[in-house]
């Protein structure tokens, strides 16, 4: 497509006949006919590699009126990031019919992925996008980061239009949300799970982290789409928040949980692989078993299935549907069972909410002790740190603080920090020690949680060019540390 129509459709003033091949914001991937974008970041100043790109082949750069662009046509605009994402997708189609976005704190990995199960099992090609990669209807691709840079979205969303998937959930993080990283296409509805302490070391105040989120509702989903936002049995007052943005919007609402309008949860009851649940939706009571524990797993369930609701699958398929879950990678994931029969699991949770919610989930279920092991990362929000220690101490009967990923710090402080919310913890420094000591420890009637990593492969130490990724994989660690105890037991 040529440079000149694009910028027309998007709204934006350029000139030039130049046929455009392609878009990047690394100056590395820039070939010839490319339109470049030059952002100022944290730690880097993309107009910096201006000059490099146009030597490249860029045939423009969008970037800051102030930005100096000699030998392409520059595209200047107070807001780089969002021109970009415009103009990028106009170039990238075409993209799935039906699209939508989970944001929160907690819970967005298992809600996209639930979704798009959801819509699977109602025989749609479906995929998600998010933490844990893209998930087609085929195979599973990692992409490294919650929400991929703009370039890569707008990509895979067209790549995934082409292979006929005709659905599509993704996860829309802060960062994302507040960097433009997923503008520009027709989102039918946004689910939005709940809101708490987290990226304060990105954002200012919560009031800041909150803004991000809510330009989902406020300026990214379409004006004629639905907010599914939950309500829990005391609706937080940010999830009430979000309910006014959307009404403000003119989107149509639909809410979700024990205060829930239009999926009300009336009812839920342990069971020894799940939980049985009781709902109300459109004048019709309904109970099924959600084959998930925990009561956050219900929250990510029902939000899902009014994603699902939404897009139009029939109520029938998506309550038969919900009954037929699967857990997602990391999210109270069953790693092993030790030599003495005590089920280990693997979470995520690396919030105080979330490791709150883990053992919450994982509490009905203890008959003895439930043993829990976890740690912080480093060069994040520190002041998250001692509350993850209080919320693990407050609901565990065994604390063992470990590292988690280190990255620039020293791995000592950070457990020191988390340790003045659990003086009483135990501090093992190295994480497959302190695994294989929960493991050990853990009797017949004992549950291990070993959180903070979920899914990820790797431990990350140091930063910068000293950067390093070792391999450490929760649930693999787990099941040998089962083996080793086994064969010392034997």
């Known amino acids: 497509m040529k440079l000149a129509k694009l910028c027309d459709e998007a709204g934006l003033a350029c000139a030039g006949d130049a046929l455009v091949t392609g878009f990047a914001i690394d100056n590395r991937k820039v070939a010839p006919g490319t339109v470049f974008g030059a952002f100022q970041g944290l730690q880097v100043n993309g107009e910096d590699f201006i000059p490099a790109a146009i030597e490249a082949g860029a045939i423009a750069v969008v970037a800051r009126p102030e930005a100096r662009v000699d030998g392409a046509i520059h595209i200047a605009d107070a807001m780089p990031r969002r021109a970009f994402a415009t103009l ?34 109602a025989g749609h090609r479906a995929a998600s996008i998010g933490t844990l990669g893209v998930t087609t209807p085929d195979e599973s691709v990692s992409t490294g980061l919650t929400t991929p840079d703009i370039v890569t979205f707008l990509a895979n969303l067209s790549g995934l239009a082409r292979e006929g998937v005709t659905h599509v959930a993704y996860e829309a993080s802060s960062h994302g949300l507040a960097q433009f990283r997923n503008e520009g296409v027709p989102v039918m509805a946004a689910g939005f799970t709940n809101f708490s302490r987290d990226h304060l070391d990105y954002h200012a105040a919560m009031e800041d982290y909150f803004a991000a989120k809510m330009r989902l509702f406020d300026e990214v989903i379409s004006p004629d789409a639905t907010a599914v936002v939950w309500m829990g049995a005391e609706a937080s007052e940010w999830n009430a928040r979000v309910v006014d943005h959307a009404q403000q919007r003119g989107l149509k609402v639909m809410t979700v949980g024990e205060a829930g309008e239009t999926i009300r949860l009336t009812g839920r009851e342990p069971t020894q692989l799940g939980q049985s649940l009781t ?3 459109d004048g019709t009571s309904r109970t099924f078993n959600l084959p998930l524990i925990g009561a956050y797993q219900v929250s990510n369930a029902l939000t899902a299935a009014g994603l699902a609701l939404t897009t139009g699958i029939d109520a029938s398929q998506v309550w038969d549907a919900v009954a037929r879950l699967q857990p997602v990678r990391g999210r109270l994931e069953r790693a092993a069972i030790a030599p003495s029969d005590a089920p280990i699991y693997v979470d995520y949770a690396h919030t105080p909410d979330a490791l709150e919610a883990a053992i919450a989930a994982l509490r009905p279920h203890v008959s003895g002790r439930l043993i829990t092991v976890f740690g912080a990362g480093g060069d994040r929000d520190h002041g998250k740190r001692a509350p993850m220690g209080a919320a693990a101490a407050k609901a565990s009967d065994l604390v063992i603080v470990t590292d988690d990923n280190p990255r620039g710090e020293d791995p000592a402080d950070i457990r020191r920090q988390v340790l003045e919310g659990a003086p009483q913890a135990r501090e093992i420094g190295g994480r497959r020690e302190a695994i294989h000591a929960a493991v050990a420890e853990a009797g017949a009637q004992d549950i291990v949680l070993i959180a903070g990593k979920g899914h990820e492969t790797g431990q990350i130490i140091g930063s910068g060019d000293n950067m390093r990724v070792l391999p450490f994989d929760d649930v693999e660690v787990a099941r040998e540390c089962v083996g080793e105890i086994a064969k010392g037991d034997a």
């Open 88 to 121: 990028a997708a106009r170039f990238f189609t075409p993209v799935p019919d039906h699209i939508v976005a989970v944001t929160g704190t907690n819970g967005k990995t298992s809600t996209v992925e639930m979704t798009r199960q959801i819509w699977r099992m």
């Open 279 to 281: 709902i109300e939706h």
